[in-house]
């Protein structure tokens, strides 16, 4: 089975902070995917990647930036940690033939 | 751009019962749909995925329909349990280069 593993379950961290939230795959997926989710919001998607070296905006590019150096790492920066991206974040990978295949999600509290 | 809606937001029944998730999306030129589930706190499991030239997928007791023409998929569970009390999302994908896009989900209790 496909893993994709994100490296915290839980994070806090302090306003203005830069913060790095990993997200590694194991089945030389392609496509890697950052979401935010919050509750009456569902899930909203903050940048992809289609391929190494390769990103592209999602709804709510604002305040982040990402990084995909190897095929297998996708990582979500937030520059300048603000209390309003207190969230769950959640990674993805997919082969579009078979689907997505989510990490278990990281917590984060910016206080 | 693709909307998807699912309703109802919540749902409880009691234990045994057999029930249905429905979900809808304005634009039935689809590449597939996926259903997932999420407990409290978690990531998303995948369940079932249902490719546009498929009309339903199996899984245990689970089942999942796909008609385009009306913009509509379920999600049929039989014989529900406590343990399937959770969150459930549909999320369609257009085409291979647009990312998958989600309803809301409907938080489903299974009362013993």
């Known amino acids: 089975d496909v893993k994709v593993t994100q490296s915290s379950r839980y994070l806090v961290k302090r306003t203005g902070e830069k913060v790095f939230l990993e997200c590694v795959q194991d089945?030389?997926?392609?496509?890697m995917f950052w979401y935010r989710q919050d509750p009456g919001l569902g899930l909203r998607l903050i940048y992809f990647?289609?391929?190494?070296?390769?990103?592209e905006k999602g709804d709510i590019p604002e305040g982040y930036s990402v990084s995909r150096e190897k095929k297998e790492r996708f990582s979500l920066i937030l520059e300048s940690a603000s209390t309003n991206q207190t969230s769950m974040y959640l990674c993805?990978?997919?082969?579009?033939?078979?689907?997505?295949?989510f990490g278990s999600g990281t917590r984060l509290t910016v206080v | 751009k693709q909307e998807v809606t699912q309703i109802p937001a919540a749902l409880s029944v009691p234990e045994g019962e057999n029930l249905v998730l429905n979900c809808s999306f304005t634009?039935?030129?689809?590449?597939?749909l996926q259903w997932f589930r999420q407990d409290p706190g978690k990531g998303l499991t995948s369940l079932l995925l249902?490719?546009?030239?498929?009309r339903e997928q199996t899984s245990g007791r689970l089942n999942a329909s796909l008609d385009k023409s009306s913009g509509r998929s379920t999600l049929y569970i039989a014989a529900s349990q406590p343990g399937d009390s959770a969150t459930y999302l549909c999320?369609?994908?257009?085409?291979?280069?647009?990312?998958?896009?989600f309803g809301k989900g409907t938080r489903l209790s299974v009362i013993a």
């Open positions: 993805a990978s997919s082969l579009v033939q078979y689907g997505y295949t």
């Open positions: 089945m030389d997926h392609e496509n």
């Open positions: 249902i490719q546009s030239s498929q």
């Open positions: 990647s289609y391929d190494v070296k390769m990103k």
């Open positions: 999320a369609s994908l257009l085409s291979g280069n647009t990312p998958l896009v």
């Open positions: 634009d039935s030129a689809i590449y597939n």
